[in-house]
């Protein structure tokens, strides 16, 4: 009976030590792995909870963390029946207690626990018997019967001092249980006892291991939020006792016992606020701290639970200084944009002003219509300049596309209007050509001469040293799942692009030119992209860039 009791006891001991590691396993997956775990994954979880894990599917085996477990024989292909019976009844948790695979060998529990219903998955786990225990159980079932033969060989005085080392192992046990260690304990002469005594020794050498690991990770853990550079509080959920805070979160946070204390003054609303979402939560507020503002990244997330509750960490992170250079930047942005916008119109006026003083140093005096179509050039630029000074920059402030049906004729119009604003260059001829049978398109007509403009700009700078030639062009394209739609190129006999550099030149601030700044193409790309288009940058056969853009056709 003695026997029975006690293996019934330690059985049980080992089937609720598998469940709990089981439910933390499962917690680990939950929280980091969205549908069914892979090896690898469950290797991960593995490592963290310190077993093999098994994955069943439809009560079969699926995958384990390791292929060690599989292949020796201690991973059984389905589930227990008695384990697969309990979950198929509705139970989320079942554990029985295997009989020894060989003589000799430990006892195993074989827990699982259901993973997802849905997709009729089941986490598992193979644990031994505690050797210890195991050893601790065969010494006192031999105390037993040899205190019951002592007492009946010897009488009272014999079973008394059978008993002695026993009540010295109780007053240790109580001792470790209580943190402390065991103290020396004198090994009996009788051979039960003797291996009671070093049963127990072997395992409380396991606990004061185990223990000083547990204070090491705590210590390692402390280090880590004590040298960050936000400010960490670490809190019991229930109460809201702050168990830790590091030197960062002291300084920003008055001092209190409890986290609703440090964070009373109505100044850290927000950082309430963010405590009541879901976690974990990442947000930024803004506080107002005197005369100025304070942007801080505001992070919440739950730590495992521990014998006394749940823990919950609240990060802090100063962002006011990259807050403030983020905004710089982008003022930055802004005004390059709008003196790249400011810088187009303003060359074709210069080349046109040229021409007509190349022509009055020479005493050849323009004629009529000569000045005429100058001063259309002018003209044009200048609304150009008005339009766009009053946008203040589509790249800073973009403005809602104004789409208007643009026919056939009108882009070939568009192109002529573009070639003729840099026609009056000395050294780069500029010409344009439209297929016949061009479909119409919803565009914005500012957007998409932009487009066309800064293509040209580009390529008339990077040959205006040597000269050549720029052809803009448009022709009917296909557009994806048999639509129709409209190709327009720029391209050009110049030195070009290296083929490296090609997938990189629609980016702001990439140039190859010494002077260049990069956001014409830039500008283009997003003149583009607001059309719902589709852009196309590659080697011209006559050795220069060919770049552009593919419209879909209206309707």
Not at 44 to 65: E, H, I, K, N, T
Not at 340 to 362: C, G, M, Q, W, Y
């Amino acid at each position: 009976m003695v026997r029975t009791a006690l293996d019934r006891s330690s059985a049980r001991s080992t089937e609720r030590h598998a469940l709990q590691l089981l439910t933390e396993g499962r917690r680990l997956l939950e929280e980091r792995v969205e549908g069914t775990p892979s090896p690898a994954e469950l290797n991960r979880a593995a490592s963290v909870v310190g077993v093999d894990l098994l994955l069943y599917r439809d009560g079969a085996l699926a995958a384990a963390s390791r292929a060690v477990p599989v292949a020796a024989g201690l991973a059984p292909e389905r589930l227990a029946s008695l384990v697969a019976a309990a979950l198929a009844n509705g139970a989320s948790e079942a554990a029985v207690l295997r009989a020894p695979v060989r003589p000799g060998a430990r006892r195993a529990a074989e827990a699982a626990v259901t993973l997802s219903r849905e997709e009729r998955t089941t986490l598992a786990v193979v644990l031994g018997e505690d050797a210890a225990g195991r050893d601790a159980v065969d010494g006192l079932v031999l105390l037993a019967v040899g205190v019951a033969l002592g007492a009946f060989a010897l009488g009272g005085r014999g079973a008394l001092e059978l008993s002695r080392p026993l009540e010295d192992l109780v007053a240790a046990t109580e001792r470790v249980g209580a943190g402390e260690p065991p103290g020396p304990i004198r090994t009996p002469e009788t051979v039960d006892l003797a291996r009671l005594v070093e049963a127990f020794g072997a395992m409380s050498e396991r606990v004061r291991e185990r223990t000083e690991l547990l204070e090491r990770e705590r210590e390692a853990a402390v280090s880590v939020l004590g040298s960050l550079t936000p400010a960490a509080v670490l809190f019991r959920e229930e109460d809201g006792r702050v168990l830790f805070s590091n030197p960062a979160a002291d300084a920003l946070l008055p001092g209190g016992a409890r986290l609703s204390e440090r964070l009373a003054a109505p100044l850290f609303a927000p950082v309430l606020a963010a405590l009541g979402h879901a976690r974990p939560y990442e947000t930024r507020v803004s506080l107002q701290v005197g005369s100025g503002e304070t942007v801080l990244r505001v992070v919440v997330a739950d730590l495992p639970a521990d014998t006394e509750g749940h823990r919950t960490v609240l990060l802090l992170e100063d962002l006011t200084d990259f807050t403030r250079a983020e905004r710089l930047e982008t003022w930055v942005e802004a005004a390059r944009a709008v003196a790249h916008d400011i810088k187009n119109p303003l060359t074709p006026i210069r080349l046109t002003a040229e021409r007509l003083f190349r022509s009055a140093e020479r005493g050849t005096p323009p004629d009529a219509a000569r000045i005429v179509e100058a001063a259309k050039t002018i003209l044009r630029q200048v609304d150009l300049l008005t339009e766009r000074t009053g946008r203040l920059s589509r790249f800073a402030s973009p403005s809602v596309p104004e789409r208007t049906l643009l026919a056939g004729e009108a882009l070939a119009a568009l192109l002529a209007e573009v070639s003729s604003d840099f026609s009056a260059h000395a050294t780069v001829r500029v010409s344009w050509r439209a297929e016949e049978g061009l479909p119409d398109l919803v565009v914005d007509r500012s957007l998409l001469r932009d487009a066309v403009s800064n293509f040209v700009l580009n390529a008339v700078e990077a040959l205006e040293q040597r000269g050549g030639h720029v052809e803009v062009a448009a022709r009917p394209a296909r557009w994806p799942r048999g639509g129709r739609g409209v190709e327009v190129t720029c391209e050009d006999d110049g030195p070009g692009v290296p083929e490296i550099d090609l997938h990189r030149i629609f980016d702001p601030s990439f140039s190859t030119k010494s002077r260049g700044s990069g956001m014409g193409l830039a500008a283009a790309r997003r003149a583009v992209e607001e059309q719902g288009g589709r852009l196309l940058a590659e080697r011209s056969p006559l050795g220069g860039l060919r770049i552009g853009f593919v419209l879909p056709a209206a309707g």
